[in-house]
C-alpha cells in the first residue's frame, strides 16, 4: 500500500512518520488506482478523527496536488513518530514461527491493556482494525516501563456494516493474527476480530510462542502448562480470546478489559504470597566467568553486532556476567567483581544519543560523587547489568537500579545516525537512531 520515512517537520525540527501512497504493481493492478487512493485517504481520516491516548495522531494530509515545479505530489500523511515497537520488544520477525522473547506478566499485561483500550475508542467510532500485530503496535517514550500504547497502521480498517471490493482469494491481515472468520471473509471481521488478534499477542507476549502453533501434530497445550507461574483462570481467559467462534469470544473490549482486571488481582495476590515466603524463593543462579567488559566504545552494522557483542539469535548475551552490586550511599553503585562504578539513578528523563552524552559531560563537570571519569557505557558493560534470566519477572528481587530505566544508551554505534542500546529489564540488546530517546546510565573505573 504504502512507504513510510522518518522525516522532520522542515520548521520546528519535530520528527514525525511520513506515509506516501507506494503501492506495489501487483496491488494498483488488483485494485486500481482510484480504489488505493480512496482506501489510503480513507486511513489517514479514520486515524485523525480519533484521538485518544492509545491511537496515533494523524498531524496532517495531503497530495493528489501539483508540486511547485509541476510534479505531482502524492498521497501522504505525517503522524507522530514512535521509536518504541511491539515487535522489536518481543523480537518477533518476519519468520514469525520462530521463538520470540518473553516479556513478563505485568508488562504483558499492560500493554494488552493498552491495545484493547486503543481499540474500544475505534469501535465506539464504529472502525474495525483488522490488522492488530506487534508490529503495529507502537511503545511511546514514557518516563519509564514498556512505553504508552499507540495503534497505527489502519490502511485495512473498515466502518462497521461497509463493504468494500476486494479481488477474489486476497487476505485482509497478517497470517497468525488474523481471527478465522476474518481469513474466510474479510467483511465479517467486527470488534471480537480484532480482539482475537489481542489475544493471540497477549499469549505470544507472555509464552514467547504462538498460540495456534502445532508441536509434534499436537496443538499448543493450555498456556497453564506452558508458563509455569499461571493457574486456570488464564486457562479460562484464552479459551474465550481465542475461541473460533466469535459469539463464545468476549463480545467486546470493556468485557476483555474486566477479565484481564480479574487476572492482575489474582496475580498480585499470588506474587505477594510468594514473596513472603522466602522458604518458596528458587535457590540464586550459578554464573558463568566471562571476559573483563569491553570499555573501548565501537562502531558495529547489524550483520556483524550479534557476533561482535556476543549475543543468541534474540540478541540475549551467552555469557552471563552477573554482577555483584552494592549500594554506596553517595548515589553510585559499585560492582564488587570488575570494579566499575555506576550511576545509580541515572538521567531523569530519556533522552536522545547526544543528549545522553551531554548528560554524562554534566556528571564530570559537577565532579559527581567527586568524581570525574564518568562515560557512556558500552554494551558490553551494560549486560553485566541483566539479572542473567532469559525471562523478566524476578519480581521477589530487590533490584539494584530503577527497573522502569530499564532501556539504556550505549556508547557503540551501529552507523553514523544509529547506536545501540540495551533494555535491562528483558535482558537484550538492539539499536536506534540517535533522535530517539532512551535513559542515560553512566559508568566510571
Known sequence: MGAVYKAAMPETGRIVALKVLKPAEIMEDLMGEDALREMFFNEASAMASISHPNVAAVLDVGGGIEGEEGNPVPPHFTMEYFCGNLGVLMGETYEV??????????????????????????????????????????????????????????????????????????VVGSPYY????????????????????????????????????????????????????????????????????????FPDGRGMLAAMDQLEIRWREQRDATCAAPDLLAEPESFETCPRPRSEPLKTGLKQG??????????????YAHGEFADQGDGTVIERSRGLVWERYGSRYPLTWERANAHVARLNKNAYADRTDWRLPTVAELVTLFSGRTEPGEFCQEPAFDPQKARLWS???????????????????????LTCRFFARAVAG
Open 97 to 170: 514461527e520462530r521463538e520470540s522473547r518473553r516479556l513478563g506478566v505485568e508488562t504483558s499485561l499492560s500493554i494488552a491493556r493498552g491495545m484493547v483500550n486503543g481499540l474500544d475508542r475505534l469501535h465506539y467510532e464504529g472502525i474495525i482494525h483488522r490488522d492488530v500485530k506487534p508490529f503495529n503496535v507502537m511503545l511511546a517514550e514514557d518516563q519509564g516501563g514498556p512505553g504508552t500504547v499507540k495503534l497505527i497502521d489502519f490502511g485495512l480498517s473498515k466502518l462497521r456494516g461497509e463493504r468494500t471490493t476486494h479481488h477474489k482469494g486476497m
Open 178 to 249: 488474523a481471527a478465522p472468520e476474518q481469513e474466510a471473509d474479510p467483511e465479517s471481521a467486527d470488534e471480537r476480530s480484532d480482539l482475537y488478534s489481542v489475544g493471540v499477542t497477549l499469549y505470544r507476549m507472555l509464552t514467547g510462542r504462538l498460540p495456534n502453533e502445532k508441536t509434534d501434530g499436537k496443538d499448543t497445550p493450555p498456556i497453564s502448562a506452558v508458563h509455569s507461574d499461571l493457574d486456570q483462570g488464564w486457562d479460562d481467559f484464552f479459551t474465550t480470546a481465542l475461541v473460533r467462534d466469535p459469539a463464545a469470544r
Open 306 to 319: 550479534r557476533i561482535a557483542f556476543g549475543l543468541d539469535e534474540l540478541w540475549r548475551p551467552e555469557c
Open 411 to 433: 556508547a557503540d554505534r551501529k552507523a553514523f545516525t544509529a547506536a545501540w542500546y540495551v533494555d535491562a529489564e528483558l535482558g537484550f540488546v538492539w539499536w536506534q537512531d
